[in-house]
């Protein structure tokens, strides 16, 4: 499984643009604790502090944390609308390299 630190996946998203809530499962508002962040050279999924998942606009693979993409039904229910991968699927992408490990 190829990892990255925390720290240099951050450095390379470039300069913060926005952030958002994600919409609730039900769409009738935003979902508490869980983020969408827009960077100039990617975005982020955070669910309460933790950094989740990262895409590159640059990069055609995903960075999923090591340990909380599949950490909670809720953060990966929300981290699978926001990706399109499932756990299953995440899993087998961060063992057959499709997909980076972030580690702290």
């Avoid at 983020?35 to 975005?43: D, V």
């Amino acid at each position: 499984m190829e990892t990255i630190k925390k720290s240099e996946l951050l450095a390379k998203l470039g300069e913060f643009e926005s952030v958002s809530n994600t919409e609730s499962r039900n769409g009738c508002g935003s979902a508490p604790n869980q983020f969408e962040i827009l960077f100039n050279k990617g975005y982020v999924f955070q669910s309460y502090g933790a950094l989740v998942a990262v895409k590159l606009y640059a990069d055609k693979r995903w960075y999923f944390s090591e340990f909380y993409h599949d950490y909670s039904r809720t953060t990966s229910g929300y981290l699978t609308r926001f990706c399109g991968y499932n756990c299953a699927t995440r899993r087998k992408m961060l063992a057959n390299g499709e997909a980076v490990a972030i580690i702290d």
